[in-house]
């Protein structure tokens, strides 16, 4: 009886772990691609970050500027003043491990010269976006490079009195420049701001470059920032916002930025992957 009930727990496991792939060459098939914020584990040094990625079984990571390096790199971080040898040793780890670097971000700059470094340094990185949060200013430039390097801006939407706290707002300042340029959709964000973030992903049809993907706790009185929460568990309904990105036949990064229980949130994640690939199973 025993060995017969251990046969069929193995049974089980690998029906559930079948599932798991299924959903996600399902997801990966439509163009949807899961990816790590790194800085869900800004706690740790980039080297950390990358086997964590990896453990989570990811093949993309959205890196934030200033994240440390660790390792032989020690307190180095990474941004767009790393020197070639290095971008090409922190490429090199990443691959090792089966991890594409697509993006960095949220970043920002005062001045043109540090927008054009940018952009060489996502070049050279192979990098497919910068998320960041320009200046209304610079948008002449930051469109011209774009066209130049060929790489998209995913435009972040912190909450007020952030310039892009709303999709009106970001479309203002884009809507008839370069098809590169778009949003980096934080639906936390738009919520914990009284916005309704499927209606938000709907404004922005066609603009959206990729997301920072969550979901969020319940308000509370009391407490200051609604915290995020395992997908499929908050109040951000999770098949609700892929069933209007499947309307809008988007292709892209789901980043994953996990704001809580910092100190151990692999589990966590874990289980935010396994109900975003049962979603997109029954969606897809």
């Known amino acids: 009886m025993t060995k017969r009930l251990f046969k069929l727990t193995i049974v089980f496991i690998c029906c559930l772990m079948a599932f798991s792939i299924q959903a996600q060459n399902k997801a990966e098939k439509n163009g949807w691609r899961l990816a790590m ?38 307190d180095r971080v990474f941004d767009q003043n790393l020197d070639a040898q290095t971008q090409k040793e922190i490429k090199e780890l990443a691959a ?18 540090d927008w054009e470094k940018m952009f060489q340094f996502a070049s050279s990185m192979g990098l497919e976006f910068i998320s960041c949060e320009p200046a209304l200013k610079h948008w002449d430039l930051i469109e011209k490079l774009a066209k130049q390097y060929n790489i998209k801006i995913s ?13 009106e707002n970001l479309l203002n300042a884009i809507s008839k420049r370069s098809k590169l340029l778009g949003s980096c959709a934080d639906v936390g964000h738009w919520r914990r701001d009284g916005l309704d973030q499927i209606d938000c992903l ?10 920072h993907f969550k979901d969020i706790a319940p308000k509370t009185e009391g407490e200051k920032e609604q915290h995020d929460v395992i997908w499929g568990t908050g109040i951000l309904d999770i098949k609700g916002m892929l069933k209007e990105l499947k309307r809008q036949k988007f292709k892209g990064v789901f980043s994953i930025e996990y704001e809580y229980n910092w100190d151990n949130s692999v589990p966590d994640i874990k289980q935010c992957i396994y109900n975003f690939n049962q979603a997109a199973n029954e969606i897809l």
């Open 202 to 211: 709907r404004q922005l049809k066609g603009r959206i470059v990729s997301l």
């Open 37 to 74: 914020q790194s800085y869900s584990f800004h706690k740790f040094p980039l080297t950390e970050a990358l086997d964590k990625t990896q453990e989570l079984g990811l093949k993309y990571i959205e890196i934030y500027p200033g994240h440390r390096l660790g390792g032989k790199w020690g």
């Open 96 to 113: 090792s491990k089966g991890i594409k670097i697509v993006g960095s971000g949220v970043c920002g700059f005062d001045n043109e010269s």
């Open 155 to 167: 435009v972040h939407n912190h909450p007020q009195p952030s310039t892009y706290c709303t999709p």
